[in-house]
């Protein structure tokens, strides 16, 4: 192919490059990326949801090219990035991804696959590099993604041109309060908006210090069997499984060991139920919280209620959960954020990181991490209930019976409304209205062609 | 022989850091890296890595040896040695004197005479 056939015009080309115009510039086949109609297997407004969504190879390849590549992705925070050349590497879906700081200190996401022959270009977790190497023959390229040399360049022909072949970048990488985002779509809404009223339940958690949060240590990534949108949809709508799934962890933590009193297991909340489908949960009984002690203590609840409001301080700074459309869950209480990274229909991989606020001392911010490992670390004792629930409905997915068994989500249903209190619009805590609204966002943007597909 | 250049003091290169004297201030035409080494004396190689262009400058300084960003390969910083794949050219060494504070090059004199 010669190299004209990269620009749509050679004035544009010698100018301003189209970002990314490698992207599909090959042609494919129609059959290979076939989109099927999605709708029926939501019914939102019923309160319905059919299993095949969990473990139908189609819908999952589906979703790569109509969530995972045209939705805003959680990809690190800012302080893991100090200095030019600190790189991260992640996935945004199947997608491989290098996030690095650049020499002008600004974060940037490539495409970790090099333009040569496709290998995999850094395969540390993270580090710091002047140059992005490819292990296979060379290649090498800069912080800004360049191609800056090429072993035994004299032999390829005289219009190889290295400008070409700079590493794919992820066009659209956008900061909430130290979380970064990315998003292949360069004509996505803005991450701030695509949050919407969302970023008031997130900020319970990201701007209770003024000097905001910083992650603690390495990321802990464990496996599991199971569809990445069960432990998704959990995170955004269920607080219904605590007192069945965790009994055992309620009973340890309780203050008398007898349990919690019932109106602490019956604890009124509210849920927040996003169009985007987000979706967060928590408690309004004052003394429905797990936090740990020493950060309990550490906190100065009138200086919080001043900076947040009343009802943050009461609300989502409790024990909520919450989910960032698609694939980003968090818990403010214990500052566990995590990606629920799709393996395939039936794996998740789950990769959490331990949040705290920069202000912390240190024996506090030490309290948290340990507190975080205890509940909700990777063998903690409610992580590991929610993990077992969610693989056994994996299990039994394939069935053909089973499967053609719709599951209920109709908990609250009607009971959305806007309560004078928190933003936007909220049901009951023990509700299925998030995970309603998640399923609807799915459906909605599962039907509705990308990026990638438009003009063709 | 040349004249040396005086390139500052011992104080402007950190240990395990190293700076680049531009070939048009150098006089050969060719940026020459100097290296602080581990062993806490200076050297002075061309900056461009023998295998691909590189600037060695940029490289890792591990003992008295630095290592390309690029591709790995690694050179003596007293010899100018190539010492591994994919580098099998020596690159040029040039004599670095440190006369009490003062840092001074001597231009396309071998460092090992």
Redesign the interface.
């Known amino acids: 192919m010669s190299t004209a056939d990269n620009c749509p015009s050679a004035d544009s080309c010698s100018t301003q490059p189209e970002a990314n115009a490698s992207i599909g510039r090959m042609n494919r086949p129609e059959e290979l990326n076939r989109n099927m109609d999605v709708s029926t297997f939501v019914d939102s407004n019923g309160g319905l949801i059919d299993r095949a969504i969990y473990n139908e190879p189609a819908i999952y390849a589906q979703e790569q090219r109509r969530i995972f590549a045209r939705s805003w992705l959680f990809l690190a925070h800012t302080s893991q990035f100090k200095k030019p050349g600190d790189f991260f590497t992640t996935f945004m879906g199947e997608d491989p991804i290098i996030v690095t700081m650049d020499k002008t200190k600004k974060i940037r996401a490539y495409l970790n696959s090099c333009r040569h022959r496709g290998v995999r270009l850094c395969r540390a977790d993270a580090g710091a590099t002047k140059m992005f190497t490819c292990s296979y023959h060379g290649w090498s390229f800069d912080l800004a993604g360049a191609l800056k040399t090429v072993p035994n360049e004299k032999a390829y022909p005289e219009d190889f041109d290295k400008n070409k072949w700079s590493l794919i970048e992820v066009p659209n990488v956008q900061e909430y309060k130290g979380l970064i985002f990315g998003n292949w779509d360069h004509e996505a809404e803005p991450l701030e908006e695509a949050l919407g009223d969302m970023r008031y339940y997130m900020d319970a958690m990201l701007d209770r210090d003024p000097e905001g949060t910083e992650v603690m240590g390495g990321v802990m990534k464990w496996e599991l069997d199971g569809n990445w949108k069960l432990a998704a949809e959990q995170f955004a709508t269920d607080w219904y499984h605590v007192n069945m799934s965790h009994a055992s962890a309620l009973m340890v933590l309780s203050p008398t060991g007898k349990g919690p009193k019932p109106e602490i297991a019956a604890t009124p909340g509210r849920q927040f139920v996003s169009e985007n489908g987000h979706g967060a949960g928590f408690p309004t009984h004052p003394k429905s919280r797990f936090d740990a002690r020493p950060v309990h203590e550490y906190y100065d609840y009138e200086m919080l209620r001043e900076r947040l409001g009343d009802a943050a301080v009461e609300g989502p700074m409790t024990t909520g959960h919450a989910t960032v459309f698609p694939n980003f869950s968090y818990l403010p209480v214990n500052g566990s954020i995590r990606v629920w990274h799709p393996k395939g229909p039936n794996k998740i991989e789950v990769w959490a990181w331990v949040l705290v606020d920069k202000s912390m001392p240190d024996d506090v911010k030490d309290a948290q991490r340990l507190y975080n490992l205890r509940t909700f670390g990777p063998s903690g004792i409610f992580e590991a209930d929610d993990g077992e629930n969610w693989s056994e409905i994996q299990a039994i997915s394939g069935g053909f019976v089973t499967n053609r068994v719709p599951l209920n989500f109709q908990m609250g249903i009607g009971s959305e409304r806007e309560d004078g209190v928190y933003p936007g619009k909220t049901s009951e805590l023990y509700s299925d209205a998030a995970g309603r609204a998640f399923y609807k966002h799915w459906a909605k943007i599962m039907n509705t062609p990308a990026w990638h597909e438009r003009n063709k | 022989m040349s004249t040396p250049l005086s390139i500052g003091t011992v104080d402007d290169i950190e240990e395990g850091e190293a700076k680049v004297i531009p070939g048009d201030e150098n006089g050969t035409g060719n940026d020459i890296a100097i290296f602080h080494a581990e062993d806490g004396n200076f050297y002075a190689l061309d900056d461009t890595c023998t295998?691909?262009?590189?600037s060695l400058a940029?490289g890792w300084i591990e003992g008295t040896e630095v290592e390309c960003?690029?591709?790995?390969a690694k050179f003596c910083l007293k010899a100018g040695t190539a010492l591994c794949m994919?580098a099998t050219i020596a690159a040029r060494t040039h004599k670095v004197e440190v006369n009490g504070e003062e840092l001074l090059l001597h231009p396309n004199v071998d460092a090992i005479a």
């Open positions: 295998h691909e262009d590189a940029d960003p690029v591709h790995s994919p």
